[in-house]
């Protein structure tokens, strides 16, 4: 978690406090109240990963509230938005997660919370003061991916319907030099296994990027590079914007050649690196 504080003649300055964790589990924060004698606005950037940091959220806040008696508005940059995959209830028993994290957000009264790429428009429309910064915003930051895009280079893959909306988005923006091909798959509902991969059009000796929003597993973007590479594509690259990769990058090699993400969702040291892929990172 980083928290800045904005002065009205337009200065950002980091701000540094205490935290630790006490042997009990609970979380401290401590500011120096100095630190704030000039400040118009706070601002947060925290990855909302695990529990923890939504504890420490929390008491940040708190902490913050007291300090200015409430009277300097703070705003919450998070990045990634937990529990945004859980926005909807698929069997009888389940949590609406993204309802819950929303209305945990919500609670501690922000003045605007930034997101990137919402999962879907659920998100968006739960929490308050809400700007979701668009995937196409995030790429275009992408000097190399966005030359490539512009000049007809890559010919962009949708990998499901759920991404479609957002890659003819993309290939709106380069003024449709981009070729749109649409990919789906098949599961098995008990399973949730992918069982088909289908490719809708001709990849054959062309340079191809699939975009999607998140990336966890994998598994997905592994079975359909597999087709791709079947199909006779040249190169296969891979945009994410949430990187999770619980599996490594290693899952990948020899399907996927590059992989381009943002730095949403763990700080650009933590990434994983793999001699068989090139990753590029795109900092903000």
């Known amino acids: 978690m980083k928290i800045f504080s904005h002065e009205l003649v337009g200065n950002k300055t980091a701000i540094t406090f205490d935290s630790f964790t006490f042997s009990g589990g609970e979380e401290h924060i401590r500011f120096n109240p100095s630190d704030f004698a000039t400040t118009s606005k706070i601002e947060i950037f925290a990855r909302l990963t695990d529990s923890s940091k939504l504890v420490q959220l929390m008491i940040a806040v708190d902490a913050l509230k007291r300090l200015s008696n409430e009277a300097l508005p703070i705003e919450l940059v998070i990045p990634y938005f937990p529990y945004a995959r859980q926005d909807r209830v698929c069997v009888e028993g389940e949590a609406l997660g993204a309802a ?3 209305n945990f957000i919500n609670s501690l009264g922000f003045a605007k919370v930034t997101i990137w790429d919402a999962h879907s428009e659920v998100s968006p429309a739960l929490l308050n003061r809400v700007v979701n910064i668009p995937q196409i915003n995030l790429l275009e930051r992408c000097d190399e991916l966005s030359q490539r ?3 007809g280079e890559l010919t962009l893959i949708s990998p499901d319907a759920g991404a479609s909306k957002k890659t003819i988005k993309i290939a709106e923006t380069f ?3 981009p070729e749109v091909i649409q990919a789906q798959k098949m599961r098995n509902f008990k399973t949730g296994e992918i069982i088909k991969t289908e490719i809708l059009g001709d990849v054959e000796g062309k340079k191809v990027l699939i ?19 079947d199909k006779g594509a ?4 891979l945009f994410i914007t949430h990187g ?3 599996k490594g990058l290693s899952v990948f090699e020899g399907l996927i050649d590059t992989i381009y993400t943002t730095d949403s969702f763990r700080p650009i040291e933590e990434f994983t690196t793999s001699n068989k892929i090139k990753l590029q990172i795109i900092e903000m």
């Open 244 to 246: 999770i990769f619980s």
């Open 175 to 177: 003024n449709g030099e």
């Open 149 to 151: 895009l512009s000049i």
């Open 100 to 102: 819950v994290m929303a």
């Open 211 to 229: 975009a999607d929003d998140i990336c966890d597993g994998g598994r997905t973007f592994i079975e359909l590079a597999k087709v791709l590479k």
């Open 234 to 237: 040249v190169e296969v690259s």
